[in-house]
């Protein structure tokens, strides 16, 4: 199976070393507008996009959440299959849309930490039980060594970060999906009983809460 990845940066550069070594994954290429791919592929105006995705079995975008839409309808015109790492509500809408009906290719947004990874983990923790209540995560990007008033590593897109606190939130409350605000709902962290300078807030995409040290989180 060959795979495309779009986007060099940290996850796109990591990801492609971990490809590397995965049984049936023949090759992998990564794709950037700037001189930290393999091939110059350019998501924004439309260079060389259909064409690299052509090439691949299955395309991983790993770009900012502007880009997905562009990217992905890439992918539904070329019959090549879709992931990305967003934690964009409304791009993943448009993604789901893309794969309503489709037999053939799979379009998987949201492969990430969290969401993603997160839902795994909690899917994983339901199914080895023989009821569940509720289940309640947290995820927050928590270095050994904080070096800003946040105490926050950014090891992905800022344009990201920064589109999740300034858009409404999807929840479910009672089993019914509603919105709420960004930033709200600030919750005090306690580990086995004892209180901690972590506090979760809410953030504009389909996941938990993630903590973080000193009130921000992302």
Avoid at 70 to 97: H, I, L, Q, W
Avoid at 147 to 156: R, V
Avoid at 169 to 174: E, K, N, S
Avoid at 186 to 191: Q, T, W, Y
């Amino acid at each position: 199976m060959k795979i495309g990845i779009i986007g060099a940066g940290n996850i796109g550069q990591t990801l492609k070393a971990m490809l590397a070594s995965v049984d049936g994954v023949t090759s992998v290429s990564l794709g950037d507008n700037g001189g930290g791919g393999d091939t110059h592929v350019d998501a924004g105006t439309g260079e060389s996009l259909t064409l690299f995705v052509s090439q691949h079995d299955g395309v991983v975008n790993a770009l900012p959440f502007h880009l997905n839409q562009p990217v992905a309808s890439a992918c539904a015109s070329a019959r090549r299959s879709y992931f990305d790492f967003s934690e964009d509500v409304e791009s993943t809408s448009f993604v789901k849309g893309l794969a309503e009906n489709e037999k053939e290719l799979v379009f998987v947004p949201q492969c990430g930490l969290a969401p993603g990874a997160v839902n795994i983990i909690g899917a994983s923790l339901i199914a080895s039980l023989d009821g569940v209540r509720s289940l309640e995560l947290r995820v927050g990007a928590l270095p050994l060594s904080a070096n800003n008033e946040m105490k926050y590593y950014l090891s992905w897109s800022s344009s990201g970060l920064v589109n999740e606190y300034i858009k409404p939130c999807d929840a479910l409350y009672r089993g019914e999906p509603i919105k709420t605000l960004h930033l709200d709902g600030r919750e005090n962290i306690v580990l086995d009983g004892v209180p901690t300078r972590l506090s979760t807030l809410r953030a504009a995409s389909p996941r938990c809460a993630r903590p973080t040290e000193g009130g921000l989180t992302s």
